[in-house]
């Protein structure tokens, strides 16, 4: 079983509606919890940061965090068709612990 | 700043051969970071260095693979002999610890590398 889990779709919407992606891990010593984006035929980049549980909002964007349930989500609200791309979950222990664990990504297309 | 560069984009070559790829972090960044992206088994780490020196390379397959980072603004990774197993793509990224530090890391580009 890998340490993080992600349905790796692909995950179609119209646009204009509302977009929930998923990771689920294993380990309980995860604090730290980050959504990265990465458009087709680029390199990932660092969409939410998040410490611990609880919620944190940046404009469209929203991401949850439940370690009780070991489950974090990220919320598009309004989707765009800019907003197609793929979705990599990532987590670490430790703050400034540089090694991260990435989930396989779920790959996000909005349709206009 | 640039960001992160790797170099080549695009690598074809024949299983068998040596393949090298490159990489030149953000300046001033004293971590650096290679990757494996793959549709089956998404984006892994192979190897990470703080300032130059090699930290975890646990994630590295085989012997076949050796990374090296000789100066501050310089790492390669390198595939000898290549296999078509190997054939991915291979993502530089870098980072900067510091007390505000968010585990950003900076991606490059990445170097798509298909091993015939």
């Known amino acids: 079983q890998k340490e993080v889990e992600q349905d790796p779709g692909p995950l179609s919407v119209p646009e204009g509606a509302i977009v929930s992606l998923n990771c689920t891990y294993s380990?309980?010593?995860?604090?730290?919890f980050m959504w990265y984006r990465q458009y087709s035929r680029k390199g990932p980049e660092l969409l939410m940061y998040?410490?611990?549980?609880g919620n944190k909002e940046d404009g469209r964007f929203t991401a949850q965090v439940d370690k009780s349930s070991k489950y974090i989500s990220l919320f598009i609200r309004d989707s765009q068709p800019s907003d197609s791309a793929t979705y990599l979950c990532?987590?670490?222990?430790?703050?400034?612990?540089?090694?991260?664990?990435f989930g396989q990504g779920t790959r996000l297309t909005i349709n206009p | 700043d640039a960001g992160v560069i790797q170099s080549p984009r695009h690598e074809v070559t024949e299983m068998g051969q040596e393949v090298t790829l490159r990489c030149k972090p953000i300046?001033?960044?004293?971590?650096l970071f290679w990757y494996r992206q793959t549709m089956m088994r998404g984006l892994e780490l192979l190897i990470y260095?703080?300032?130059?020196?090699?930290?975890?390379d646990s994630g590295m397959p085989e012997d076949r693979f050796s990374a090296k980072m000789p100066n501050a603004s310089f790492s390669t990774l390198k595939i000898q002999p290549s296999e078509p197993r190997d054939s991915a793509v291979y993502f530089c990224?870098?980072?900067?610890?510091?007390?505000?530090?968010?585990?950003?890391?900076?991606f490059g580009p990445g170097t798509r590398l298909t091993v015939l």
């Open positions: 990532a987590m670490s222990i430790i703050q400034g612990a540089q090694k991260l664990v």
């Open positions: 990224a870098s980072s900067l610890i510091g007390v505000h530090s968010t585990d950003t890391q900076y």
């Open positions: 300046s001033g960044h004293d971590y």
């Open positions: 260095f703080n300032n130059n020196v090699p930290i975890d």
């Open positions: 998040t410490y611990s549980s």
């Open positions: 380990n309980s010593a995860f604090q730290y």
